[in-house]
């Protein structure tokens, strides 16, 4: 856990210790007391060791490297990455039950984040729970002016304006660089399932990835190395 420090932490190495031994301590796995997450302060989610041994939601210790220059959250050591998923607290987490704080009803703990998405009591105090990170792209459909997430334009356009024929706007041709704007007469539901099958969020994604593969040198791409797969390393090949 990120606020969880082992008792022997502050220990030096014997003399005698090997190169190796001194490289094994200086990753260390920390006990975990707590099943709490110190950044987004609720039950682990996909819990993640870091390198200096703290554990965090995968999605938490993501977010913080990016927006504090790869130090961890809570001692501020420097992490080359965001670590290894912490199978030993994961499967800690199946065995072990906890009181819901607001309803008081007993659940797995690897099933928490999954049961608060739900309980009426924790979102009437709290809000819906959104993994830190999570932000969904927002648009508003051009028939009906209601506010969507991106994903859900398509399917909420052939519940309700299947049969609509009317020029509009397409919403998501308007977040995306480079796109034409203009209103076209067709089906804007056909026009959504040839067109937009990659939504925004990936398309940006894509194009860092882009970017780190054509400049690695750049250092404000550094961060996003990591999204840049071998396969998709041979995909640029093919297309530059």
């Not at 110190?38 to 977010?63: D, Y």
């Not at 334009?153 to 397409?170: A, K, M, N, W, Y």
Request: proline share 6%; hydrophobic share 30%.
């Amino acid at each position: 856990m990120g606020s969880v420090l082992s008792s022997d932490s502050g220990k030096s190495a014997p003399a005698s210790a090997t190169p190796r031994a001194l490289e094994r301590r200086r990753d260390p796995e920390l006990p975990v007391t707590s099943f709490d997450c110190s950044v987004c302060l609720e039950v682990l989610h996909q819990p993640v060791r870091t390198r200096c041994g703290h554990v965090f939601c995968r999605s938490c210790i993501a977010t913080s490297l990016k927006n504090n220059k790869w130090t961890c959250p809570y001692c501020r050591a420097y992490l080359p990455s965001e670590g290894v998923p912490a199978t030993d607290v994961a499967k800690r987490m199946k065995s072990e039950y906890q009181n819901c704080t607001e309803c008081d009803t007993a659940v797995c703990l690897s099933e928490m984040r999954a049961h608060i998405r739900t309980c009426q009591k924790y979102i009437d105090k709290y809000g819906p729970l959104q993994e830190l990170g999570e932000t969904a792209t927002r648009c508003v459909c051009p028939f009906c002016q209601r506010e969507l997430d991106e994903d859900s334009l398509l399917d909420h356009c052939i519940t309700h304006h299947r049969s609509e024929r009317r020029p509009v706007f397409c919403p998501i041709c308007r977040l995306i660089p480079n796109e034409n704007p203009n209103s076209f007469s067709g089906s804007l539901i056909r026009h959504l399932q040839v067109n937009h099958t990659l939504f925004y969020d990936d398309f940006l994604i894509f194009q860092a990835q882009l970017v780190c593969f054509l400049h690695p040198d750049l250092e404000s791409v550094i961060s996003l190395r990591s999204l840049v797969t071998d396969g998709e390393k041979w995909y640029f090949r093919t297309i530059i």
